[in-house]
């Protein structure tokens, strides 16, 4: 089974190993882009509930994957909470809203650059509430506004 499979992916591909199958998708990508950006588009159309499902598959394997670089047993670098839906990349000196503007990035997104840039040092992982003490304590938010007697 496992055989046939390689064997017919090696026919696929023709002479390129199977180990060079990404490569091989990203060659065809490049030299086939108006095509299979076409192709992908209609699908996308025809398929919009699945599309959703590969969409949000995608942003939680891309998320899973960018905070377990920075905690490897993903948990927040504060109180150890563990739940990936409230776990965030934190910028250890602050500055992370000035920086996402300045990179026009948010959400998945912003993990693809930190993934892209080969996980660059300065962050951290936080839960929610973690983030929310650390800025209040930190002041991030700036001074409050004065009432208006
Ligand atoms: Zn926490």
Redesign the pocket.
């Known amino acids: 089974m496992v055989i046939e499979t390689i064997v017919s992916a090696q026919a696929v591909i023709g002479s390129k190993s199977v180990r060079n199958r990404a490569t091989y998708d990203k060659h065809y990508y490049e030299t086939h882009r108006k095509q299979t950006t076409e192709r992908m588009a209609r699908w996308r159309k025809a398929n919009p509930e699945k599309n959703k499902l590969v969409q949000t598959k995608c942003r939680k394997k891309i998320k899973d994957e960018v905070l377990r670089h920075y905690s490897p047993n993903l948990t927040?670098a504060?109180?150890g909470?563990s739940d990936l839906r409230a776990l965030t990349i934190d910028h250890c000196n602050g500055g992370g809203n000035r920086q996402r503007e300045q990179l026009k990035r948010r959400g998945v997104s912003f993990y693809m650059w930190l993934r892209r840039n080969k996980y660059p040092s300065g962050y951290q992982i936080?839960?929610m509430?973690?983030q929310f003490i650390k800025k209040s304590e930190g002041n991030e938010y700036g001074p409050l506004p004065r009432r208006q007697n």
């Open positions: 927040c504060r109180c909470f936080l839960c509430n973690c």
